[in-house]
């Protein structure tokens, strides 16, 4: 089955810094790649997703890339604010024609003052 | 608020016991997928339904049993109880499934005494 690596498992950055949270996968049928913000308590929330057919997607302060033929993605968070503080997740589709999906380990980000 | 009803929010009960989950996924959302989350094992696919069929099977266990009703809501069904299986149980909806964001309800929180 599908493997997902993340790193790194905590990241603390200054406010107003950027960071970047990187993903690898072993499956190559894989095709869709979303990001999960989950806060202490709470639901994982979707932040951010690409497919395979893109390299590269940008939302306001949040980008992802996707290197398919090295195996690997990231999320990129600029400018980040107390509010970013949380626990990212990647996540893979199961390629083949399923549909779960399997997730990384997480990233604890802490956004320091 | 992401439109995906789990219910109860809380679940306390002992080992060896049954208890069944619900999950009323967001208007128009054929696709149902249940996950676990725990500290060791993290976020794990468990089942998805599409349309009141199963689609796909992850790491669910034997003692674990699920189905989609004609309305499109769905129970998790635990049985046999182990303390291992306190865990936090999360819902998900997608409007068909492959390649679709998926979205995640507030969970059920279940613990075995």
């Known amino acids: 089955g599908e493997n997902v690596e993340q790193h790194p498992s905590t990241l603390s950055v200054q406010e107003g810094d950027s960071a970047v949270i990187k993903c690898t996968y072993s499956?190559?049928?894989?095709?869709?790649f979303p990001w999960y913000k989950q806060e202490l308590g709470k639901r994982p929330q979707l932040i951010i997703d690409?497919?395979?057919?893109?390299g590269e997607k940008k939302d306001q302060r949040i980008a992802v890339t996707l290197n398919k033929t090295a195996k690997h993605f990231s999320l990129h968070i600029t400018e980040t604010q107390p509010e970013d503080s949380a626990v990212y997740f990647c996540?893979?589709?199961?390629?083949?024609?399923?549909?779960?999906?399997?997730f990384g380990k997480g990233t604890h980000l802490i956004i320091q003052p | 608020d992401s439109g995906v009803t789990q219910t109860p929010k809380h679940l306390i009960t002992a080992t060896g016991q049954r208890v069944t989950l619900r999950c009323s996924p967001r208007s128009g959302d054929l696709s149902v997928y249940w996950y676990q989350q725990s500290l060791d094992q993290g976020l794990q696919f468990l089942i998805q339904?599409?349309?009141?069929?199963?689609?796909a099977k992850g790491n669910i266990l034997e003692r674990f049993s699920a189905q989609q009703f004609p309305d499109l809501h769905s129970e998790l069904n635990l049985s046999s109880l182990e303390l291992g299986d306190s865990a936090l149980y999360f819902c998900a909806s997608s409007a068909q499934g492959v390649l679709e964001p998926q979205h995640f309800g507030d969970g059920t929180r279940l613990s075995i005494l």
């Open positions: 996540a893979v589709d199961s390629g083949g024609g399923a549909d779960g999906l399997t």
């Open positions: 339904y599409y349309n009141g069929e199963e689609r």
């Open positions: 499956d190559s049928a894989s095709n869709y």
């Open positions: 690409i497919r395979s057919n893109v």
